[in-house]
């Protein structure tokens, strides 16, 4: 009767943390890792941080195109799941991970629970709405961070018995080690040395960026290139590269425009401490990623974010995000905005309050018996 739980990519793990914390001792466990995301920075790290157990299995599947990795994870997983015969799988969020681990206990007939159903940009050419979208279609129990979610998942026919308003697990993540953040002077040190640290004395943004739709395409990458040169014209900008970017920036030659903006201090992927430290002193974030919405409206920073769209409109209606695109006088004017006033100033939403995973737990503890 084990609760199987699945992780892949950065952000599944501050999901998972909370998760198994709250799991522990009520239901026995199993953790597979899926092995889609495998370097230091972009995993060991995290799991260190987070004080997420070891892995029972890791399928180590690697990197390759979205087809070929979501039907690797699918056939190292089946033998796992055969082997272990759980009584449910559980995934989070919206990875290539996550869709391949749901199919695979979908066609065994394993009940699955997703948490963070229901999210939709109503955007079919990003990966993971797709990945969203099955997923939930597969679940027993459905897991919710917002309430559009419920409205999204009835609408594509989900029974409402099986969907449980519970908060953000992430979001327990971010309330639990918020104290331990790593200060940024300590980041930029060891990253930048003292220059570094007297660049950004007063004041500085982060940036992150890593969708296929930002940075595979060279003219797009350029574009944003010279969008940050303008922003970082107006305040220092951090910016941890993401390894889909660094890549992309190789092939198409930009790292050498990049290496020459002067308030654009580059470095690798950070840890989930350093990040939070980054984005807890932040002026501002400007961002590509889901997590980070919804972690900048925790914390209260604001938030541009770099997509025509978001899955997560609650950031947009309570929190502290905008959604701008890439759209060079609509992301400078929020900037002027959030650089004269502190932006919007945003309340947290409901039920983000660091007990998500507790009534995950209880959901749960019902479901089984
Ligand atoms: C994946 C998720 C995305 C999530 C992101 C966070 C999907 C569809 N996408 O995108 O939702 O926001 O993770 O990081 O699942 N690479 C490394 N080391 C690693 C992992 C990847 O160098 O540990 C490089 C490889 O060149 C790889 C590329 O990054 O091809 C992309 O990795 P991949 O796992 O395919 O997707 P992400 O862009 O990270």
């Given at each position: 009767?084990?609760?199987?739980?699945?992780?892949?990519?950065?952000?599944?793990?501050?999901?998972?943390?909370?998760?198994?914390?709250?799991?522990?001792?009520?239901?026995?466990?199993?953790?597979?890792h899926t092995g889609q995301h495998y370097d230091t920075r972009m995993q060991t790290l995290f799991f260190q941080q987070l004080g997420i157990p070891e892995p029972d299995?890791?399928?180590?599947?690697?990197?390759?195109?979205?087809?070929?990795?979501?039907?690797?994870?699918?056939?190292?997983?089946?033998?796992?799941?055969?082997?272990?015969?759980?009584?449910?799988?559980?995934?989070?969020?919206?990875?290539?991970?996550?869709?391949?681990?749901?199919?695979?206990?979908?066609?065994?007939?394993i009940p699955l629970i997703h948490v963070e159903a229901g999210l939709r940009s109503f955007d079919r050419s990003m990966p993971e709405e797709i990945n969203r979208i099955?997923?939930?279609?597969?679940?027993?129990?459905?897991?919710?961070?917002?309430?559009?979610?419920?409205?999204?998942?009835?609408?594509?026919?989900?029974?409402?018995?099986?969907?449980?308003?519970?908060?953000?697990?992430?979001?327990?993540?971010?309330?639990?080690?918020?104290?331990?953040?790593?200060?940024?002077?300590?980041?930029?040190?060891?990253?930048?040395?003292?220059?570094?640290?007297?660049?950004?004395?007063?004041?500085?943004?982060?940036?992150?960026?890593?969708?296929?739709?930002?940075?595979?395409?060279?003219?797009?990458?350029?574009?944003?290139?010279?969008?940050?040169?303008?922003?970082?014209?107006?305040?220092?900008?951090?910016?941890?590269?993401?390894?889909?970017?660094?890549?992309?920036?190789?092939?198409?030659?930009?790292?050498?425009?990049?290496?020459?903006?002067?308030?654009?201090?580059?470095?690798?992927?950070?840890?989930?401490?350093?990040?939070?430290?980054?984005?807890?002193?932040?002026?501002?974030?400007?961002?590509?990623?889901?997590?980070?919405?919804?972690?900048t409206t925790a914390l209260g920073i604001p938030c541009i974010t770099l997509r025509d769209n978001t899955e997560r409109p609650i950031t947009v209606e309570e929190g502290?995000?905008?959604?701008?695109?890439?759209?060079?006088?609509?992301?400078?004017?929020?900037?002027?905005?959030?650089?004269?006033?502190?932006?919007?100033?945003?309340?947290?939403?409901?039920?983000?309050?660091?007990?998500?995973?507790?009534?995950?737990?209880?959901?749960?503890?019902?479901?089984?018996?």
């Amino acid at each position: 009767n084990t609760v199987m739980c699945v992780v892949g990519a950065r952000p599944n793990f501050m999901k998972i943390a909370p998760i198994m914390a709250a799991l522990e001792g009520s239901v026995p466990l199993s953790l597979v890792h899926t092995g889609q995301h495998y370097d230091t920075r972009m995993q060991t790290l995290f799991f260190q941080q987070l004080g997420i157990p070891e892995p029972d299995i890791n399928l180590e599947v690697g990197s390759g195109s979205h087809s070929w990795q979501t039907a690797e994870i699918m056939q190292r997983f089946e033998p796992v799941v055969e082997a272990a015969t759980p009584a449910a799988v559980l995934v989070v969020g919206d990875v290539n991970s996550t869709i391949a681990c749901a199919l695979v206990a979908a066609k065994r007939q394993i009940p699955l629970i997703h948490v963070e159903a229901g999210l939709r940009s109503f955007d079919r050419s990003m990966p993971e709405e797709i990945n969203r979208i099955l997923t939930d279609q597969l679940a027993q129990l459905l897991f919710t961070t917002e309430r559009t979610a419920r409205e999204n998942l009835l609408r594509e026919g989900v029974e409402e018995r099986r969907i449980h308003f519970v908060g953000n697990v992430m979001i327990d993540s971010l309330l639990k080690h918020r104290s331990k953040a790593v200060a940024p002077r300590e980041i930029l040190l060891r990253s930048k040395g003292d220059a570094g640290v007297d660049a950004c004395t007063s004041g500085y943004a982060v940036l992150t960026l890593h969708r296929p739709a930002n940075v595979d395409d060279a003219p797009t990458l350029r574009s944003i290139l010279s969008l940050l040169q303008q922003v970082s014209e107006r305040i220092p900008v951090i910016f941890p590269v993401h390894p889909r970017t660094a890549a992309a920036l190789e092939r198409s030659g930009l790292h050498q425009v990049l290496e020459q903006m002067s308030g654009v201090l580059c470095m690798p992927p950070v840890g989930y401490l350093e990040m939070l430290g980054l984005m807890n002193k932040a002026r501002l974030v400007l961002t590509d990623s889901g997590g980070m919405q919804e972690e900048t409206t925790a914390l209260g920073i604001p938030c541009i974010t770099l997509r025509d769209n978001t899955e997560r409109p609650i950031t947009v209606e309570e929190g502290t995000n905008t959604v701008t695109g890439i759209v060079p006088e609509r992301v400078l004017s929020v900037l002027e905005d959030i650089l004269a006033t502190g932006g919007k100033a945003g309340r947290i939403p409901e039920l983000w309050d660091g007990r998500a995973a507790l009534r995950i737990k209880e959901a749960l503890l019902e479901w089984i018996r």
